[in-house]
Every structure is written in structure tokens, then in C-alpha cells.
């Protein structure tokens, strides 16, 4: 399908961006990386009147260090994401959750600011967010404003951003002493996760002395598993442990039921899966 | 004079990378998309949003006044000229066959039906213009499901012919004289097994979106379109427009997949014709992937119910059939007769005594189906191998044993089978040894054991698919007795040009399959001439002026027999002349290697090329007498029989209980598709074949609510599986040469997608027997692997 028609602009600043979507009212669209976008457009699902591409805005692209945190800027690409030695030394669940994005395609074109601010309950990005306890810097007609990841997702393809607000960057927490792993289950190997489990966890001695957790897909935004990570805090470092402690992975979650899986069914995973990604971040056989 | 050496007939057998690969893979090539005509104008059209619904008004004239809008009309506009689609396959007497409009005129019976067009000066303008035509749709009550659609007092699809069950069609081997009665095989048998087994609706999903371009503009109307069937389409276009034949040029120009998808004279096709005619211009339509999917034809959708009679030593005595076959709305093409196909075939390769088939074609308000790969036969294959695992289980064999006890010997062809048809050849011994060798059968057993014993969360099962096809459609005089509407020869027609290079036209029509790389092998032993020397011609009904085009495995099972007699004949033709160049008796010539020496002379001695008498033709300076100044022919081939290319096919599969994942380890495909003219193009069918067999045992099935939305309406939805949800496959041969073929070929473009679905299913079961799982439903996702592990909701 072709999408109506729209008008486009590509600013080069922050502000401009920002000048350009407040002059433009509610009918204006960022457009990054256009791989959410451009399909909604083409199916007609969504019809704005501007489309205000950031991809010439060079603040928004990169990675960089800021002591004890990544800052990784909104128009990176999960390819040049991927690519980038700080990501892996020091946010390794970011990298294998991006490497597991769409395919190959959609990598090179889509960038990670677009992913979260679509804020697909599906898509692999905004639980591992959660999970890390990013933080989002926002830019919008007023300045500049920071939104914890927790509190960045409102709702079914809705965040905290403002019409006339531009996601910035995201900062990631190093998490030294901390270890990682998402685990995602699929229909087939492009797609979005039926549910995902985004985990992180510290290991001391030999209990598991804290833990955060994050599920994907398991209600309209991102889940904090906080029963899980309750019951995992101070737990031994032992399989029959985890496993009981993942069975409280539904608690407060909303799946949905849809063709590819039953609300049901999605419960069921989410122990498997949380019990699967725990063992697995913590190392633990 | 020319001394040459003898060429070696070694094209045939030869992994030729294809011809045709560079210009389709890159794209610079004909697609009909890529088709571009002075004045040429775009076509949009609105599909309905209801399944089923009175039309009581459509109002287009607000589309009319959108900027670069040419043109808009509804069906009711062009009722009285658009005719009905056509359906080639009456298969009873009293078959129900209603009206099909292109555009609907007064009533719309599944989703996405057309309704209205608008023909603008460019694609986008065309396509905004849709929101300004006004419909209104009064609500009918939809049906979806066969078993409702049968039901006392179901909404009827069409309600001026009072019921939904379209035809009824039985074979029975006791009356046909082809076996026993069923009565009396099943009255005594000791074990007697019953399954519904349910095939879900598929989508063809082949690589191009269907295109069409209608060019009004010469003496000969134009169409050029994205089908595998350009001849058919030609003929049916001139009987259900009223266009004189002679005036209808159909081009099917370089076609990007179809697996029977394509086999279908289509609404978009006559609805882009009508409307070029309408404005006197150039019209082109490109449908999105969305329509493609909600409209193209469907394929599958069946409920069996499956009878089978054995005795205790796992002996065969019979099979009863009871079909329901989802026709959708309206009659396609070959619609009703897709079941057919499969009807020979549910006695397999099992010589068991008696059998009785009886299939109900029933109308929904559903996309009508069609042909997809395979057509009747991987359905067929399916019910029966999925049976002869249960039987196995039953009896308490290994499921090879309960095969091997059944099926037809190698020195038993040819084999007239209880379904009526005569096998011409196979070994199935023979695939299946070499099988279970490259799978390691006994060892995966072992594991197998071990992961039972030891309680493993991940359990390995192990699928057996044995199969046979009948293809390389069709004898002429079979169809005619299964009331088909056309015959099933193939036609070749071979010219050497002036310079000694080739020309060939086929009436096969290629959308993938490489006709122009085989054919060229084909041509270039036949005629000694090098491989690169030869053009194939297809597609453009102006230079193939007679085919049957592709589909059902034919094209070198049927085609190329018309090829190598077109080659015959134009040696033959070419025989005189060299004979006169030699000046020597034509008894006393003989070719070999791409020329004509006189018997038992010295291979080095002077001989005559096929391209010196050519040349000779050409200038016809000196001709003998009687002898016509070319060296063309043509040949047509109406098969004797059909062709019966077999495999076995063994898959493992690990299934995890905890998730309901289930991962192919291993997949081993051994094909018996007789000589192989390429083996690089084997492979390839073989690997796409497999490939969509799994996608049907895993991964797809197009869904519709009650009211009749199509929930899988585009890929993300559908889940078609890619590469990397695919196993590596070992592919392997055994050869049995087709005996009635010049060249012993069999056909290919289906077999992997008939044996591998049952191989797939089979080898879950079997994981998962010890949990007491004896089917799940297809597609079997990791919830209702899950949920059967679970022993809750099988279906």
C-alpha cells in the first residue's frame, strides 16, 4: 500500500526537531528509523500530516561512556548498536536483546529510540529498560526533562512523551558485579516475543543476593517482576530455588490472547521463561 | 566441410548453475510490475470490509472528482460486460456453480471481495481516491466453518441455491471394479482405527504480488500478468469476455513464484481488462501484500475423517474417507477438483484391497480456494501416513515395519492400485534403506529409549513419510473423464536458426522452476549443441502459441517429452541435407554428437553439423528436391499416463515439554523423481518443498472470526517460517528411470511438500506418545504441543 500523503522536514538540531513538531500540533510523527512507523503508514492504520525525520540530528546518534553509566543516543542503530565495544562491556543484556530485533533488515534501518518510543508491548527493548533501571532524557518545547524507564511506558503504544517532545537519549546504569540474559520465545525467528524475560542479576557467595526483572509482553508495558526478584533476593543460588521463585512471574501481569498464544498460556511461559533466564544470567546449573 | 569432434552427451545430469538466476535475482528483468506503458494509467480497487453482505448502494461519483482520477465505476456499472469467472472443473453432473462476478454487483460473500475501482493518472492517487466511494452494506449472516455451514438452517453463501454443500463426489473400489468392497474388508477386521484429521487453510504466499497490465491499445488487446497459466488464461479471457481469441495476446513475462497460487483466471485480471477497455489506455494494477493475502486464492482447508481397516500382523485391508472440502465463496479455476487429486492417492504406495472415498464440497464466506503445491495430494498423503503410524502403534510395530509390510515390491510395477491408477515404477525398499542409513534410524531410537527412560524435559521423537504423486498432469483422456475442462498435452517447438543456434518455445510457462536451464541441457544433447547455444521461449502466447503452462509437476514430465520429440524432428528434417551435402544416401547417415558422418566412418572424418545444414537451409541455394527451406519443428505430447516419482522422507524432531517448542534436528529427504536432468534444481525443489511441508506442520494457517475477518492478514500474523526457522536438509536420490519417458524423468516441483508435513506431525507424536498424545492439530504451535502435553485442549 502507499501511505497519504504528508509533509516532511529534517531539522538538523534538537530544537529545531522540537520547533518543528510543536509547530505541527498532534498530527506530526517523529520518524527514526521508520521500521514501526513506515508500516503503519503504508496500511493506512495511522495517516499524520508531517513526518519530522530526526535522522540528520548527529546529537542523537552514539554511544558514549559517562562514568558510571552508557548514554546511548536515540537514533543509534541496533546494527551500529551491536558493534559498539562499550554496549558490550558494559550492557551486554542491551546487545543480546537488540541482536534478537527484528532481522537483519530491520537492525540496520531501526534505531533504539524508535523501539522504545513506539513502546510495542512486544518488542524486545522496553523490558530490558525496565529491567536496567534506565533513565530517559527528553527534549521538548519547555527543555529538557528525565523519565525513569519504569515510568516511561503509560500504556498499549504510549510513553510519557509529550506530542511535541523528542526521546534524546537513554541511560544505562553499569552494573558491575551484575550478570545478564534475555530469553525470548517466538513463533518464528523474526518476530516480535510472545513473551520475553529480561534479567539481571548479582550473585553472592552462594546465594543470589538481588535481582531485577522485567517481562515482555505480558501486559500493555513492560513488567517489573517484582514478586520474583522478592523471592529470588537472598535465595540460594540453586535450581529448585529459582524455579519456585519464578512460578510468582505472573503476578500483576495482563496478557494478552491474540493469535499466536492464549493469556493463559503466556502465564505459563512466563515461569518457564523467567526460570530460564534466571538460571541463565546467574550461571547457575 | 567441417571436421569437428564428437560432442558428449553430458548435459543431462550435469549441476548447471541456472541460466535465469542473474536476471531474476537482481531484479532487472521483466516483472510485470516493472512494465511501463506510453499513457498507461493505475487501477485501485476497494475490496469489501464485510464476509457477507447486501450491496444497496454505491455512489462513486465523489472518487470521480479527486485530483488525477481518469475513471470509477462499481459492479453494478458493468454488470451487463464483465461475464463471470470461470470454473474449469464441473466434477459431478449436479455441481452447484454460482455466479462469480469480478466486481460484485448486488452482494459480497467474503471479506476483501472487490466492489468498486478507481483508474487514476497514478498509483497514490488512485488509492486516495478509494475513501471517496460511498457503499452501503446491509449486514447478511456470515459462515465460516464447514460443519456449520452444513448444518439445518445455516446462512447460506448463496441463498438462491438453497444449500452450501456444492457437490458430492464418491469413488468406491467395490464399484469401480478396481478392489473389494470396504463393507466387507471392515465387517472383518480385526482392528479397525478412526481419526479426524483437519487441514488448515493455507496461503500460497509466493514471493511476487499478483500484477496485471492491460494494453487496449493495438489491433491484439494485451494483457500482461504475473500467472503460471498464460495460455489458459488467453483462451478463457476471449470465452468469458467475448474478446475473439485471435485478438487476445496474454504475456506471462518473468513470474516471481506460485505454488499454485497463480494457477487462477483472476478478479484483478478481468477487472483491469475491463476497465483498460473502459478508458481506451494502458492500465496496470499491483496488488500489496495485504490483498495478496486476503484475496489471492487460499489453499487446503479440509476435515477428514478417516477409516482404517488392518489386521493384527499390521496388514492393510482397507480405508474409508469422508471429506469436507472448504471451497470458500465461489468456484475457482479447479477448485472443486483439488480434492480429486488427492482421491487417487490416499492408498499411497500400500496395495491394500479396498477403499471408498466420498468428498462434500462446501461453500463458506470465505477467499475461495485452489491449488497450493501439491493440490489434494500432500492432504492425501498426510491422513494416510499419519494413519500408518497409528496403526503401527496399534499393532505394536516400528512404523518402517508396518509400512514395508504394505507397500507395493519393486518387482511388482507396473501396479494397478485400488484407486484406480497403474503405477508405472518405483522402489520404495530401496529410498527407505537409504533413508534410515543417512539418518542413523537405529541410533536416534536408541536416544531416543534413553530420554524416555530418563524422564528428559526434551523429548526426541521420530517421523516416517513414505510417499508417491501422481504428476506430470495430465493423459487428455483422464481428465476428460473427471469432467475437467481442457486436456493435459504439452507442446515444444525447436528452430535452428541460420548461425546454428537455437531456438526453443515451450508451452510450459516457468515462475521459478529454471525450464530455461533444463531445457537447454535437454536441447543441447539432443542436438550436439553447446549449452549456451540455446534461447527458451516461454510466456508470450505471441511466440508460444499452444501450451498448457505449469503447474502439478508437468512441465518436464509432459513438456519435455514434447521437447525431445520436437528435437527427433528436427534432425530428422535436417537428415536430406546433410545427406545431399555428403552426397551420400540419407540410410546411410548418422548423428551423433551434433553431426551427420556416414556410418562406420572415422569419428575424426568430415561430417555435416546441425548448423551447416542450417546454413544450407537458410541460403537454400541447393536443396534437394522436396526438401522445405527450414529446419523448425514442432511436437505435441498428450501422456499416456501419469508419473509416479516416491520417497521417504524421516524427520526428528525434539519437543520441549516445559514450552511446547519443538526444534528439527534432523531432516532426511530421500526422492525417487526418476533421471534428473539437473540436480542442482532437484535439490532446490526439494528444499523449498520440504521448507513449506514444515511450514503447514509448524508454522501457518490463515484464521478467520466468526464474522468473517481474516485475523492473518499479513505476514507478521500468518508467520511463514524463514530460513532461520529452518533445519539443514540432507537431501539424497535413489533413481527409477520413468519407463514411458524418453528421458526416464519423473516430476519434482511437489514432492517435498507432500512428504515432509506427515514426516514433521508424525515425529511430534512421537515424541510426545509416552504422554499419551496420539495428534495435535496443525499448525502444532508450542501451545497446543503444550496443551497435548498438558492432556488438556487437543485442538
Known amino acids: 500500500m502507499i501511505p497519504a500523503a504528508f509533509d516532511y522536514t529534517r531539522p538538523s538540531t534538537v530544537d529545531d526537531a522540537v520547533r518543528a513538531l510543536a509547530g505541527a500540533g498532534e498530527d506530526a510523527k517523529v520518524l527514526a528509523g521508520g521500521q514501526s512507523l513506515i508500516p503503519v503508514l503504508r496500511m493506512r492504520l495511522a495517516a499524520p500530516t508531517v513526518l519530522v525525520d530526526i535522522g540528520a540530528v548527529a546529537e542523537l546518534r552514539g554511544v558514549r561512556d559517562d562514568g558510571d553509566a552508557l548514554v546511548v543516543g536515540a537514533t543509534t542503530r541496533h546494527a551500529d548498536l551491536l558493534r559498539d565495544p562499550l554496549v558490550a562491556a558494559h550492557a551486554p543484556l542491551l546487545a543480546q536483546a537488540t541482536a534478537q530485533v527484528g532481522d537483519r533488515q530491520v537492525r540496520h534501518l531501526g534505531t533504539i529510540g524508535g523501539s522504545l518510543s513506539h513502546a510495542d508491548p512486544a518488542g524486545d527493548l522496553p523490558g530490558v529498560t525496565v529491567a536496567l533501571e534506565a533513565t530517559f532524557e527528553v527534549a521538548g518545547p519547555g527543555g529538557r526533562r528525565t523519565v525513569p524507564a519504569a515510568e516511561f511506558f503509560v500504556d498499549f503504544l504510549t510513553t510519557a512523551l509529550a506530542p511535541d517532545e523528542v526521546l534524546v537519549s537513554v541511560r544505562v546504569p553499569k552494573r558491575p558485579g551484575w550478570t545478564t540474559h534475555y530469553e525470548k520465545f517466538v513463533r518464528v525467528a523474526q518476530a516480535w516475543a510472545i513473551v520475553g524475560v529480561a534479567a539481571a542479576v548479582r550473585r553472592e557467595n552462594g546465594t543470589i543476593a538481588e535481582a531485577r526483572l522485567a517481562l515482555t509482553n505480558m501486559g500493555t508495558t513492560p513488567l517489573r517482576a517484582a514478586g520474583v526478584e522478592e523471592a529470588l533476593t537472598g535465595a540460594p543460588a540453586t535450581v529448585d530455588a529459582v524455579a519456585s521463585a519464578a512460578g510468582r512471574a505472573g503476578e500483576g501481569a495482563d496478557p494478552p490472547t491474540d493469535v499466536f498464544a492464549s493469556a493463559g498460556y503466556r502465564r505459563h511461559l512466563a515461569t518457564v521463561l523467567t526460570k530460564r533466564a534466571v538460571l541463565a544470567a546467574g550461571g547457575i546449573v | ?795
Open chain 2, 1 to 795: 566441410m567441417t571436421i569437428m569432434e564428437e560432442r558428449a552427451a553430458t548435459e543431462v545430469g550435469a549441476a548447471r548453475r541456472r541460466k535465469e538466476d542473474a536476471r531474476l535475482i537482481t531484479g532487472r528483468t521483466m516483472w510485470t510490475e516493472n512494465i511501463t506503458l506510453p499513457g498507461m494509467l493505475h487501477l485501485a480497487i476497494l475490496r469489501s470490509p464485510m464476509a457477507h453482505a447486501r450491496i444497496t448502494r454505491v455512489d462513486t461519483s465523489a472518487a470521480l472528482r479527486e485530483p488525477g482520477v481518469v475513471a470509477a465505476f462499481s459492479g453494478a456499472d458493468v454488470a451487463g460486460v464483465q461475464g463471470s469467472l470461470p470454473c474449469a472443473w464441473p466434477v459431478t453432473e449436479d455441481m452447484l456453480l454460482p455466479d462469480h462476478p469480478p466486481l460484485a454487483v448486488d452482494e459480497v460473500r467474503h471479506a476483501g471481495e472487490a466492489v468498486a475501482v478507481v483508474v487514476a493518472r497514478d498509483r497514490a492517487a488512485a488509492v486516495d481516491a478509494l475513501a471517496a466511494i460511498e457503499v452501503d452494506y446491509e449486514p447478511l449472516p456470515v459462515v465460516t466453518e464447514m460443519p456449520a455451514a452444513l448444518a439445518e438452517g445455516a446462512p447460506l453463501v448463496h441463498a438462491d441455491k438453497g444449500t452450501n454443500k456444492a457437490y458430492t463426489w464418491i469413488f468406491d473400489s467395490g464399484e469401480a471394479g478396481t478392489g473389494q468392497s470396504t463393507e466387507a474388508t471392515f465387517a472383518d477386521a480385526e482392528v479397525v482405527i478412526k481419526r479426524r484429521y483437519v487441514q488448515q487453510r493455507l496461503i500460497p504466499a509466493f514471493m511476487e504480488p499478483r500484477s496485471v497490465v492491460a494494453d487496449p491499445t493495438g489491433d491484439q488487446h494485451t494483457i500482461w500478468s504475473a500467472t503460471q497459466i498464460p495460455h489458459i488464461l488467453r483462451f478463457l479471457l476471449a470465452v468469458v469476455t467475448g474478446t475473439p481469441e485471435h485478438k487476445v495476446r496474454v504475456v506471462a513475462p518473468d513470474v516471481g513464484g506460485g505454488f499454485g497460487g497463480k494457477l487462477q483466471v483472476t478478479a484483478e485480471e478481468l477487472i483491469t481488462f475491463l476497465a483498460a477497455r473502459r478508458v481506451g489506455k494502458p492500465v496496470k494494477y499491483t496488488e500489496s501484500r495485504s490483498d495478496s493475502i486476503l484475496t489471492a486464492h487460499h489453499g487446503r482447508d479440509q476435515i477428514q475423517d478417516l477409516e482404517l481397516a488392518a489386521r493384527r500382523d499390521g496388514t492393510v485391508l482397507g480405508l474409508r474417507v469422508r471429506l469436507l472440502a472448504n471451497m470458500g465463496a465461489y468456484m475457482g479455476l479447479v477448485t472443486p477438483g483439488v480434492p480429486l487429486l488427492g482421491a487417487f492417492m490416499y492408498n499411497a504406495i500400500y496395495k491394500f484391497p479396498s477403499y471408498r472415498f466420498e468428498c462434500v464440497g462446501v461453500f463458506t464466506n470465505t477467499t475461495i480456494t485452489d491449488a497450493y503445491r501439491g493440490a489434494g495430494r500432500p492432504e492425501a498423503t498426510y491422513a494416510i501416513e499419519r494413519m500408518m503410524d497409528e496403526l503401527a502403534v496399534e499393532v505394536g510395530l516400528d512404523p518402517i515395519e508396518v509400512r514395508r509390510r504394505n507397500w507395493i515390491a519393486h518387482d511388482e510395477f507396473p501396479f494397478d492400485t485400488v484407486a484406480g491408477l497403474t503405477y508405472d515404477s518405483g522402489n520404495y525398499e530401496a529410498a527407505t534403506d537409504k533413508a534410515t542409513s543417512l539418518f542413523g534410524y537405529d541410533e536416534l531410537r536408541r536416544e531416543q529409549a534413553a530420554r524416555r527412560e530418563s524422564n528428559d524435559p526434551v523429548q526426541l521423537g521420530i517421523g516416517v513419510s513414505t510417499y508417491t504423486e501422481m504428476c506430470g498432469l495430465a493423459p487428455s483422456r483422464v481428465l476428460g473423464a473427471l469432467r475437467y475442462g481442457a486436456g493435459g498435452w504439452e507442446s515444444a517447438t525447436v528452430r535452428v536458426l541460420p548461425t546454428g543456434k537455437v531456438e526453443v518455445v515451450t508451452g510450459t510457462s516457468p515462475h521459478g522452476q529454471g525450464h530455461e536451464t533444463a531445457w537447454s541441457q535437454i536441447v543441447a544433447d539432443q542436438l550436439g549443441v553447446a549449452f549456451e547455444d540455446v534461447e527458451v521461449l516461454h510466456g508470450d502466447t505471441r511466440t508460444s502459441h499452444k501450451g498448457l503452462d505449469t503447474y502439478g509437476s508437468r512441465s518436464l514430465a509432459v513438456g519435455g517429452f514434447a521437447l525431445v520429440n520436437a528435437c527427433t524432428r528436427v534432425v530428422d528434417k535436417a537428415r536430406p541435407v546433410a545427406a545431399h551435402l555428403l552426397e551420400c544416401d540419407v540410410s546411410d547417415l548418422e548423428f551423433k554428437g551434433g553431426a551427420f558422418r556416414v556410418r562406420g566412418a572415422p569419428a575424426d572424418s568430415a561430417g555435416r553439423t546441425l548448423a551447416d545444414c542450417s546454413l544450407a537451409v537458410f541460403a537454400a541455394h541447393d536443396l534437394p528436391e522436396g526438401v522445405e527451406p527450414t529446419l523448425d519443428a514442432e511436437a505435441t505430447y498428450d501422456p499416456a499416463n501419469f508419473s509416479f516419482p516416491h520417497g521417504t522422507h524421516l524427520c526428528a524432531t525434539e519437543v520441549d515439554t516445559e514450552t511446547g517448542r519443538v526444534t528439527i534436528r534432523s531432516y532426511v529427504a530421500v526422492d525417487d523423481v526418476g533421471r534428473v536432468v539437473n540436480p542442482l534444481i532437484v535439490e532446490g525443489q526439494v528444499h523449498g518443498g520440504v521448507a513449506q511441508g514444515i511450514a503447514q506442520a509448524l508454522f501457518e494457517e490463515a484464521v478467520y472470526d466468526a464474522d468473517g475477518n481474516l485475523l492473518t492478514g499479513t505476514f507478521v500474523d500468518y508467520t511463514p517460517p524463514s530460513a532461520a526457522d529452518l533445519p539443514d536438509i540432507v537431501s539424497d536420490r535413489t533413481e527409477t528411470p520413468a519407463p514411458d519417458h524418453p528421458l526416464g524423468t519423473k516430476g519434482v516441483g511437489e514432492a517435498g511438500t507432500i512428504a515432509s508435513t506427515p514426516a514433521v506431525v508424525n515425529a511430534i507424536v512421537d515424541a510426545l506418545r509416552p504422554y499419551g498424545v496420539d495428534d495435535i492439530r496443525m499448525p502444532c504451535t508450542p501451545e497446543r504441543v503444550w496443551r497435548a502435553v498438558q492432556g488438556g485442549d487437543r485442538s
